[in-house]
């Protein structure tokens, strides 16, 4: 297996493809466990996963049970909003119904066909319920899907009150009383989101990233249709930091919906990983839009990181295309050394930053951006031969060789993201070009180029990326490595198969060493 992973690596490069890596972290990252609700239901894509609503009363109860519905939805209160109450099945602003949280598990969970979604809107029902969960399916071997759902962090909600579930008590709870339940937790919202303002800020993304970072069991994240253009980069970060994460995409009667976000949202994210739980017509809306687009998921590449944070390794999160860079900050180093630049062949090492503004942030950071390192230590391979990039939130950098020879420029971004590449090129034993460019990712017209020349030897080595102490946050993503041999570039047929030959001998001693 190694062998052969070594054989793809080095014929993707002569392919002038982009080395795919995977994520491993030291830092303890939790090994996230994934969602039985496709295999229960026996289907590939969670479009096809069918959803009931409020299943508050024995009448929604028995129509779910009876009908071909796969999931029953349903809200559970303590009766009269009493400490010692009685778990009923109820949605503010009713604080009672005639269906106890007991009559429904005890009717759900000796179904063979049916999975259930409790919601909690206050923390004195969560333990109470978890306790009955726990007393009811004792002894059996309850197979059918089970999702504890809860606003556990404050989200877009500045027209009206709303109070979050305390997050803390809610995780330890579930974890204490049903660890293989499905944890379905996200951010309140208000009535009205039409307003441009309204959408997951990183603000409020970020705690929710730190949280499942700590957490084993499946996680889905219940996400607003109309709030998913507007937060594209903050869901596609969440869905980044595990392929195991689910989003379930949800929506009120009296949302205005453009179903092309959520065709967009398909089009890039694995079927697999996505519930949709919309009104009918809205639904219907989005089937209309599927049929007249194609649906392609594009699969991002990963850079393999090794992670180590300053005190938290919460403040280092490393996911399958990216690194969170946040409080006291830290570094990460790859996996795998990068490949020597030879005579006639140039590499590129590409990626992009964003400077994230948090709320109540004073002044945005810096990252550093090393090549040629021998390990997390950020020391050269070879002696003065360490490239380094710093690159400052407005857009100032500086790239230097072994903090000799050094060369500045400045870049203009008004949203902070930026697109880096570092380039190096070899065309005698002697003398190599090592050249960056920094362009704002909003307006590629902005951009700028400096370059340096040293003699050296070619120069293999880690690539490493650290921060100090940030006030708000740095996202670096899409970060590629690609070799190319020119020399192989419109070759003869003969000379290819040559040059391929040369390369699968490389990966052989690659392996073997």
Not at 96 to 103: A, R, V, Y
Not at 153 to 159: A, I, Q, R, S, T
Not at 263 to 277: C, E, G, P, Q
Request: with cysteine.
């Amino acid at each position: 297996m190694r062998m052969a992973t070594s054989i793809f690596v080095l014929l993707a490069t002569y392919l002038g493809l982009i080395y795919p890596f995977v994520i491993s972290v030291p830092c303890k990252m939790i090994h996230h466990a994934q969602d039985d609700i496709l295999k229960f239901f026996e289907v590939t894509d969670g479009n096809d996963v069918t959803w009931l609503h409020a299943v508050n009363s024995p009448e929604l109860l028995e129509q779910g049970l009876s009908g071909k519905t796969m999931m029953l939805e349903a809200d559970v209160l303590m009766r009269n909003n009493m400490v010692d109450g009685t778990p009923v099945m109820a949605h503010p602003p009713a604080v009672d119904s005639n269906l106890t949280l007991q009559t429904f598990l005890e009717k759900t969970t000796t179904s063979l066909s049916k999975g259930i979604k409790l919601d909690f809107k206050t923390i004195q029902v969560v333990e109470p319920a978890l306790k009955m969960i726990k007393n009811v399916t004792s002894g059996q071997q309850v197979t059918n899907p089970i999702w504890l759902n809860a606003d556990i962090l404050p989200g877009p909600c500045y027209d009206e009150v709303c109070v979050p579930v305390d997050h803390e008590r809610f995780l330890s709870l579930c974890k204490s009383y049903y660890p293989n339940a499905t944890l379905s937790i996200s951010w309140t919202t208000g009535n009205n989101m039409t307003a441009s303002k309204n959408y997951y800020n990183w603000s409020q993304v970020l705690p929710m990233g730190k949280l499942v970072s700590q957490i084993a069991q499946p996680i889905t994240f219940p996400f607003r249709a109309n709030l998913v253009q507007r937060s594209w980069d903050q869901l596609q970060w969440l869905l980044d930091l595990s392929e195991e994460f689910t989003v379930t995409i949800w929506s009120s009667t009296t949302d205005k919906l453009d179903p092309l976000d959520l065709v967009a949202l398909r089009n890039n994210v694995s079927f697999k990983r996505i519930y949709y739980d919309l009104p009918p017509d809205q639904e219907k809306a989005f089937e209309d839009a599927l049929k007249s687009n194609s649906d392609i998921v594009k699969k991002k590449e990963a850079f393999e990181w090794k992670a180590s944070a300053a005190k938290d390794c919460q403040d280092v999160l490393v996911g399958h295309n990216s690194v969170m860079f946040s409080g006291q900050g830290g570094t990460v180093v790859s996996e795998k050394t990068l490949y020597k630049v030879s005579n006639g062949a140039f590499s590129e090492f590409t990626g992009n930053v964003s400077f994230i503004k948090l709320d109540g942030a004073r002044e945005s950071g810096s990252v550093t951006i090393k090549l040629h390192v021998k390990d997390e230590t950020g020391e050269a391979v070879l002696s003065g031969q360490v490239v380094s990039l710093l690159l400052h939130s407005d857009g100032n950098f500086r790239l230097s060789i072994a903090e000799n020879d050094m060369k500045e420029g400045s870049v203009k971004s008004d949203k902070g993201e930026f697109n880096f590449k570092i380039s190096e090129d070899s065309t005698d034993t002697e003398m190599r070009t090592v050249k960056c460019e920094i362009t704002a990712r909003e307006n590629h017209q902005s951009k700028a180029t400096v370059s340096l020349d040293v003699k050296s030897e070619p120069a293999g080595g880690y690539a490493l990326i650290t921060t100090g102490v940030l006030s708000d946050a740095i996202l670096v993503r899409d970060v590629h490595f690609a070799v190319a041999l020119p020399g192989l570039a419109g070759c003869s047929s003969l000379r290819c198969y040559f040059g391929i030959i040369s390369l699968v001998v490389m990966a052989l001693f690659h392996s073997f060493v």
